[in-house]
């Protein structure tokens, strides 16, 4: 190029301008000015056009916009953004947000054939129960080589999930075989082997087993806990080949009671919770995630129960917040493991919620603590609370949970160290009835106002005008005289009614020896609530020698009220003693004393305080 032709171009662009880059490429610039609308000036001195929220469905937070900047996302409804290994991403917050990706199992109603597929000998009882505690019974007890399933009819594509179960094994005498939920290839009429196979070994996918017995497929002896892949080999296989044990932990045989299962998988990586014990954490390397069908299994050998289902949910994604809940609010508090607390629920964090009050649930991170209602007659008043039990040492936040119809937590009794519905009807090897109180036909029913079918009520019945005691007696194995430094128990009962007779009483006591209400010692006034401190006194030979007791004499009429009163026993005094003292005769109607709902717990004196944090909505 001539000397002549450079200089005519520098003047050219001299007065011209730069001329543009191509029109896929970008402008330099010096600030967003030198930019077209809707551009802006980047750090390299390059227009850019930014990305937008639109652009990157399904992530949240604060967002690259490509240009050198950040912009804040949401999430569409029902929906949160993540944390941790899922953060930026958006999660499912609830069972309706992908009800193909969901189930909830709380089979109070009849079983829909569109949702769940019984198998074997599984079939759903409890309908009849108005508390709506509906279950499925996988197999029975005193039936050997029984074996049952209860599967989703659909199958799920979750490459992360959550799976709550709650469950019961009762037996007899010892402990069954066990149960186990999980995630198959087969379809919803999935069912295995009996005995040692649990109903699912012959089948092909994953499990977490409670295995009762050490069978010749097990490495660990006693009952436990396992992560488990099922190969489809036939129980009748060569041992060793069924399954494929990725990790495992022992735990106590489990005969009675209702526990909860908790399960949080991430592509092969699971975490497993017993109870709210956390059991282990472990990773599946060659998981490799297809549609399959979620369901529990159990079976039945020489040895035989009930395995009951009483809740199945399966949701995907890691929740960040609990399905079926509308609200939640933190919970504070400081206190030993074991010890009851307090959680206040006023009346207008449940508008329009469930009557029966249980659409209210406490979880310690992924894990839903045990809970149950202070008072079970009095949901809903200003007073009303929940009694949760702490768990062990935990850096996951615990969480009050409200507030929505769809939600069916099943409270249960299990934070009490007693607790004594008399429904159904007691037994004598439950509470023993002394003297002249001495079979259940002295017993009848009175309902407090809680909705229950019968609720036990003691009556005064002599035959004759001399002083004369009536115990029940309730033989409380772990109450010591020293549950924990600072630690108390607190009882609770309800009684309505009262006495005719004017030296006629009632009173509270401990003993050494149920079935000898001579060795009880009064529980001192000062343990008392101030609403109701026995003032009452009498003295009565019933015993032998005369004995001055003080305690309660209420008028014949009185409605239910509630005592209260926090107490240590005397050394080796492991009973509780209900007991009357009175001159009634048989035929009298005046003298009617009922008593219901008896619950013992340990906690703290003063109470431990519990803190609730803001409200937190479901987005």
């Not at 079976?299 to 009483?310: A, I, M, R, W």
């Not at 009880?520 to 009565?540: C, F, G, K, V």
């Not at 020698?545 to 005094?573: D, I, K, M, N, Y």
């Amino acid at each position: 190029m001539s000397a002549f032709m450079r200089w005519a171009g520098i003047l050219l662009l001299a007065l011209w301008g730069c001329p543009p880059f191509p029109a896929e490429g970008p402008y330099r610039c010096v600030s967003i000015d030198d930019c077209e609308q809707g551009y802006v000036c980047a750090e390299n001195a390059v227009c850019c056009e930014p990305k937008t929220c639109a652009d990157m469905p399904g992530q949240c937070d604060l967002v690259d916009d490509g240009c050198g900047g950040e912009i804040q996302c949401g999430c569409p409804d029902l929906y949160a953004c993540g944390s941790d290994d899922l953060a930026n991403t958006c999660i499912c917050n609830s069972f309706d947000c992908d009800p193909e990706c969901s189930l909830v199992g709380t089979f109070d109603e009849r079983l829909d054939p569109e949702e769940w597929t019984l198998n074997g000998q599984a079939r759903q009882v409890g309908l009849a129960d108005p508390s709506g505690d509906g279950l499925v019974r996988l197999t029975r007890r005193n039936r050997g080589s029984e074996k049952g399933s209860v599967m989703a009819t659909h199958r799920i594509d979750a490459p992360s999930f959550v799976l709550e179960a709650v469950f019961r094994i009762n037996s007899s005498t010892n402990a069954p075989d066990g149960i186990a939920f999980g995630w198959f290839q087969e379809g919803p009429t999935a069912l295995g082997g009996v005995g040692g196979s649990l109903g699912y070994i012959g089948l092909r996918g994953y499990v977490v087993e409670i295995d009762q017995h050490k069978n010749e497929v097990d490495t660990l002896a006693g009952s436990h806990v396992a992560l488990n892949r099922s190969t489809g080999e036939l129980p009748s296989g060569p041992p060793g080949l069924q399954t494929v044990t990725y990790e495992q932990a022992s735990i106590e045989p489990i005969v009675s009671g209702s526990h909860v299962l908790s399960v949080a998988f991430d592509r092969g990586k699971t975490a497993v919770w017993l109870d709210g014990r956390h059991l282990f954490t472990t990773t599946i390397d060659d998981y490799r995630p297809a549609p399959v069908t979620f369901g529990a299994t159990a079976s039945n050998g020489s040895y035989t129960g009930d395995h009951e289902v009483l809740e199945l949910r399966v949701r995907c994604g890691r929740p960040d917040f609990a399905a079926g809940y509308r609200s939640r609010r933190r919970i504070s508090v400081q206190g030993p493991p074991g010890v009851t607390v307090r959680v206040p629920v006023p009346p207008q964090m449940r508008m329009g919620s469930r009557h029966d009050g249980r659409d209210v649930a406490v979880y310690l991170g992924l894990y839903p603590l045990a809970a149950q209602w202070e008072d079970v007659a009095d949901v809903d008043s200003a007073s009303s609370a929940l009694i949760v039990r702490l768990p062990a040492r935990s850096d996951a936040p615990m969480y009050l949970y409200y507030g929505d119809t769809r939600a069916s937590s099943k409270l249960t009794d299990a934070p009490f160290q007693l607790a004594e519905r008399f429904n159904p009807r007691p037994v004598n090897s439950i509470w023993y009835q002394h003297w002249r109180l001495d079979s259940p036909r002295n017993l009848f029913c009175a309902d407090r106002g809680t909705g229950e079918t019968s609720s036990v009520a003691g009556s005064i019945c002599t035959a004759d005008d001399r002083f004369v005691a009536h115990s029940l007696g309730i033989p409380i194995s772990g109450l010591t005289s020293n549950p924990g430094p600072g630690l108390v128990y607190e009882l609770d009962a309800h009684f309505s009614g009262g006495f005719g007779q004017p030296d006629d009483l009632m009173y509270l006591a401990t003993s050494t020896v149920l079935n000898d209400p001579r060795t009880a010692t009064l529980i001192p006034r000062s343990a008392y609530d101030p609403e109701w401190i026995p003032t009452a006194m009498t003295t009565h030979t019933a015993d032998g020698p005369p004995a001055t007791v003080f305690g309660f004499h209420p008028e014949p009429g009185s409605p239910w009220r509630r005592v209260r009163a926090r107490f240590l026993p005397p050394p080796q005094h492991r009973a509780l003693q209900v007991r009357t003292i009175s001159t009634a005769t048989r035929t009298s109607t005046a003298t009617l004393l009922q008593m219901d709902d008896v619950t013992l717990r340990v906690t703290q004196e003063p109470e431990i305080a519990v803190e609730l944090g803001a409200e937190e909505r479901r987005p």
